[in-house]
């Protein structure tokens, strides 16, 4: 018994992977597609209206005065992940073709996810409201950063501009159902701590979403009849080295620079992570008149993986025994 707990898949983990399955098998389509995009967007707007009514104004201040915490995530972000991808070139083309490298040094360069980076340090019992800033700082100063790290480091063709409707998206889907969220607290504070458990479904069950919508329209674009087995299984590899290092150095920056674990944990999975929502428009823009759906291959496939990986990490961390940090 004890040989075979080792295996022991959790449930949060295997939902994500049974639905990608789903989400390849069953692609979502037309009609089915614009209900299937407006409902993701639903979860997360809900989602961001929780946090909201969670956290007390002194705590989402006390976010946004932690500097450093931000500036560790920003460096992770748009500093380690680019040296590592400028570093990987040395792969090719032994191990990597060059349109491959192009998707992994592309993927390096986009801001971090908001969404499923303060949902699992949430799940993990981290500084959330450190994370609601982080993120959403990362994503919001990307849409700038991203596109001149692209002009500096990559050969691309056209002028490279940038579409402000994603810093309306961002206000509009994530900050103004926190603010919201801020300002009905007094009226439903005592009701989500009665109920906490049934509302910690909210931030699994976007993160499933996600990850559908993400399978299925990888599908309608047919990506993966593009490539060979062999390059999707190195690609595979390179984006598990990724994380594995970007995770590595997160931590142990995280202790080298005296924070606490809720703000280790932020700069964990904050730091980590890399944004499909953002980067697959994104690329549309940078990239036009270029095999955009093998550009954002790798992007995709780190997405997926960040995702499991940063699950199991997110239920390790709360299954520890020290108490949570104090919330007023």
């Excluded at 104004?57 to 915490?69: D, I, M, T, V």
């Excluded at 596109?147 to 998206?169: C, H, K, Q, R, W």
Aim: with cysteine.
């Amino acid at each position: 018994m004890k040989f075979l707990s080792r295996f022991y898949i959790d449930g949060f983990i295997l939902s994500i992977i049974v639905v990608a399955v789903l989400g390849s098998l069953f692609p979502v389509s037309g009609s089915g597609q614009t209900v299937l995009d407006w409902a993701t967007k639903i979860a997360i707007g809900f989602l961001f209206l929780l946090y909201g009514a969670r956290l007390s104004p002194a705590e989402a201040l006390q976010g946004l005065k932690h500097w450093r915490l931000h500036s560790v995530v920003f460096a992770a972000t748009f500093v380690l992940f680019p040296l590592i991808g400028l570093a990987l070139r040395i792969l090719v083309p032994t191990v990597i073709t060059d349109e491959m490298y192009t998707g992994i040094l592309y993927l390096c360069l986009v801001p971090s996810t908001v969404q499923s980076s303060i949902a699992f340090t949430s799940i993990a019992r981290g500084n959330v409201a450190g994370a609601i800033v982080s993120a959403s700082f990362s994503n919001l100063v990307g849409v700038f950063v991203t596109p001149l790290l692209v002009i500096l480091l990559m050969n691309t063709t056209g002028e490279a501009t940038v579409d402000f409707t994603s810093v309306i998206d961002i206000v509009l889907q994530l900050l103004l159902p926190f603010m919201v969220g801020q300002l009905i607290r007094p009226l439903v504070i005592d009701w989500l701590q009665k109920y906490a458990e049934p509302t910690k479904l909210v931030d699994r069950g976007s993160i499933l979403l996600v990850v559908f919508s993400a399978f299925s329209e990888s599908m309608n674009e047919h990506i993966w009849s593009t490539v060979t087995v062999l390059e999707v299984a190195a690609v595979v590899a390179v984006c598990c080295l990724i994380l594995a290092v970007v995770l590595g150095v997160t931590a142990f920056a995280g202790r080298k620079l005296g924070f606490s674990l809720p703000d280790r944990i932020v700069i964990v999975f904050c730091g980590s992570k890399k944004s499909l929502a953002t980067g697959l428009p994104m690329a549309s823009v940078l990239f036009a008149g270029q095999p955009v759906g093998l550009i954002v291959l790798p992007l995709m496939i780190f997405h997926q993986i960040q995702l499991i990986v940063c699950a199991a990490l997110a239920q390790r961390y709360a299954k520890r025994t020290d108490p949570e940090p104090v919330t007023s």
